[in-house]
Each structure stands twice: as C-alpha cells, then as structure tokens.
C-alpha cells in the first residue's frame, strides 16, 4: 500500500538562549494508510515535538515531510494551517473543548473554517461523528455538564468531521480514570477497524499495545519498530526499510 506520510532525515532544532537543543534527530518513518501506530517513549524523548511536525503545527529545520504525495516541510503558517484543517484530525489530553459551546457546536467548528459548505451538510456531518462516538444524546450539552470520558468523546467527533487522512492523538486518556480510559481505548480501536489511520503518543505500555505497530523513540531519534510482536532496531533505516518490517 502506498504510503500517506513520509519522513526523510526529519531533525528538529531549538535555539533558546544561545543554546541549541536538537529534539527530533534524523527520523525516518513511513506511515501507510489505515495504520494505527502508538508513539512511546521516555519524557522529552522527542515524541510530542514529532506529533507537532506531523500535524503541521510547526515545521522540521531539516529533511522532507510528504503527505498524499505532498511535500509540506517549508510551507508558509497559512499553507499549513490549509492542510491541516483539511487533512489533520487533532486529540489532546485535555480535550480543548470550548467551555460555552455546546456538543454540536464544538464538534462543528472545524467545518466553519470550510468555504463553500452548505448548513445542511455541515449538520448531516457533525450528525454522523456524534453518532460514530456515540454521543449524540448529549449534542445540546455543555462540556462541564460531560464526564471526562465524555468530553474525549466528543473531541474525538472533532477530530473526525472533516474526514482528515490521518487522525493525531497526545496522551488522550492521560486525564481519564482506567474506565473512561478503556472506554476511549475501545473507540480508537473501532475507529482504526473502520479504516481510520492514527498515530497516537502514549506513555503507557498497555495503551500502546493497542496499536498494530508500537514505535519508540529515544532522545530524539526512532531506535524500535514493533509489528505483530515482531522488533527491529530502526534508528539507521531509510523510510523504505522502515516500511517493510
């Protein structure tokens, strides 16, 4: 299968204070569609700052990022911010939902940044997420008036109604208890039986389990690749190598 996102020597360099810290160094990964990958590792292994350039939400200082056969590593903030409310489905840890939206409304607003979409289609998609979640009896609800489990619901819905090709996910059961956390768990898992492609950051070995390919990346470079309990060392592999295991 052909690959939605390809990475070649990714780094990632931060300068602050005269002090330059490299926190993504040389990555090459190959992701296919309708994977479901779990990204782990230690703290400021690097992980969260590659989910960022995977979601266009900054860019690498060197090396090529292709997204359905686009080269995206230098485009313009606009450029990106184009691409990702088209192609990029986000969900946080501590869910981003805003506070005086009601359900349909938050789960909705992605598509208002859409030119050219009619009300009635807007309604039928965010009809059909809430569904998918199953949180359609709560679409007139406020965030404050949903459990945690609930609220990871409904960004999950978010992150789906624009039918983006990958959906990116930090930490989404850090702030659940292990019921809610279960209960997420399951969605992602339904969501990459029905073709969803996902790659989510975990530091959470049994959360990580989940996924069909466990990657892991220590200070800043990929060092493991697990598929179907299958491992090898990956820190020196090209994309195509990677792709392969």
Known sequence: MKALIELRD?????????IETRAINSVNLMIKKGEYISLSGQSG???STLLSLLGLLDSPSTGSYHLNDTDVSSLSRDQRAKIRSEQIGFVFQSFNL???????????????YQSGLA????????TQVLEKVEMSHRKNH????LSGGQQQ??????ALVNDPAIILADEPTGNLDSKNAEAVLALFDKLHQDGSTICMVTHDPASAKRASRCLEMFDGRMIA?????????VSNQSPVE???V
């Open 153 to 158: 619901r409904v960004a999950v819905a978010r």
């Open 142 to 145: 406020f965030p404050s008036q």
């Open 225 to 233: 690749d697990q598929v179907n309990d299958k491992e090898s060392e």
């Open 242 to 244: 990677l792709a392969a």
């Open 119 to 126: 009300k009635k289609v807007i309604e039928e998609k965010v």
């Open 10 to 18: 990714i780094s990632k360099t931060f300068l602050t204070e005269e």
């Open 45 to 47: 292994c690097g992980k």
């Open 98 to 112: 805003i506070s005086d939206l009601t359900v349909f409304e938050n789960v909705m607003l992605p598509l208002t």
